[in-house]
């Protein structure tokens, strides 16, 4: 199976400081859903990871959250595409959960539940967090220079982010990277 996982905020809608609440606030970063629905389109399966702690700070219920979600997914719908699966830590930071990131545990629930391999999974978000996350579970790490990963534009990573981690301007040219890279493998499997 072949399998990614997003972050949400900054990643694929636009990032707010004071969080997004509603349905009204959720707005797709450009080229974000066309590049989930050539995903798609290509065979992979699209889960996200994301941290809401907006629940757990009291400023959206969870009925807020499935409108936010379901907006997404129409909109998804209309170029195409889908996600597959929204895996979301509700809590705040001081509740020390083992599922708000950086912590790995919505990856691995994530692994359980599709039955897959993590070191096989490539995932992407904006932020140190996501990357940190993904990397403790055994993904494969890319950063998105969007939403807070802008800061990283221009400069070396800082050493906090895991070795190996890729940088892409953006959801789509993450995107562009795992389809290319994809197609080289399957040549190099035809040329043996």
């Not at 009204?24 to 941290?51: C, D, Q, Y």
């Not at 599922?99 to 490539?122: A, M, N, S, W």
């Not at 221009?154 to 959801?171: N, Q």
């Amino acid at each position: 199976m072949k399998l990614v996982i997003l972050d949400r905020n900054g990643s694929i809608n636009l990032h707010r400081d004071d969080f997004v609440k509603t349905d009204a606030e959720w707005t797709a970063l450009p080229r974000s859903l066309e590049a989930i629905a050539r995903l798609n389109h290509e065979g992979w399966h699209v889960v996200i990871a994301s941290n809401q702690s907006g629940l757990g700070r009291g400023l959206f219920d969870v009925a807020s959250l499935n409108a936010m979600h379901a907006k997404m997914h129409k909109m998804l719908a209309a170029v195409g595409g889908r996600v597959d699966a929204i895996f979301y830590c509700p809590h705040s930071p001081d509740e020390d959960c083992e599922c708000r990131k950086p912590k790995p545990g919505l990856f691995h629930q994530i692994g359980e539940r599709y039955g897959v391999d993590l070191t096989q999974v490539p995932t992407a978000g904006d932020s140190l967090r996501d990357v940190q996350a993904g990397a403790a579970a055994g993904c494969e790490p890319h950063l998105l220079l969007t939403g807070m990963g802008a800061a990283c534009r221009g400069a070396p990573l800082p050493p906090d982010y895991p070795p190996g981690t890729r940088v892409h301007e953006d959801l789509a040219a993450f995107v562009d990277f795992l389809i290319e890279r994809e197609k080289a493998q399957a040549a190099l499997q035809v040329a043996i």
